[in-house]
């Protein structure tokens, strides 16, 4: 049983199979995938999840990815748990964090190490 759990929002299909095969190949983690906001908001309920990592842009309907965030900081239940914009595009990045989130990542940075450390970070591993 994986340790930790994460919430895959809004990505297309090749996306989400390169973030989900990133986040398992480095760390012992169950992903979960939603595409919109209600389905999204659903998962989260009565489900321990450790970190969302939310598309920019929703693959299904191309809504803003920061109306969800928003959703889930200003929420009491779901605002403790760490937020990250998938996103290559730096002034997205630092709207996220004003909006509570942690510095999240684009798709091209999947690799590196610092989007390792980030999300080892996030996910509270040592």
Do not use: W
Request: with cysteine.
């Amino acid at each position: 049983m994986p340790s930790k759990t994460v919430l895959s929002i809004g990505q297309c299909r090749p996306d989400n199979a390169a973030i989900t095969h990133f986040l398992t190949s480095n760390f012992d983690v169950d992903v979960l995938a939603t595409d919109l906001a209600d389905d999204s908001l659903t998962a989260l309920e009565g489900k321990t999840v450790d970190l969302i990592l939310i598309n920019r842009k929703l693959d299904a309907d191309y809504s803003d990815g920061m109306e969800i965030m928003k959703l889930i900081k200003s929420n009491p239940q779901t605002e403790q748990i760490p937020v990250m914009l998938i996103s290559n595009f730096p002034e997205s990045q630092e709207q996220a964090v004003e909006a509570g989130a942690t510095y999240g990542f684009g798709k091209a940075e999947l690799s590196s190490p610092e989007t390792v450390e980030r999300v080892r970070d996030a996910l509270g591993l040592d």
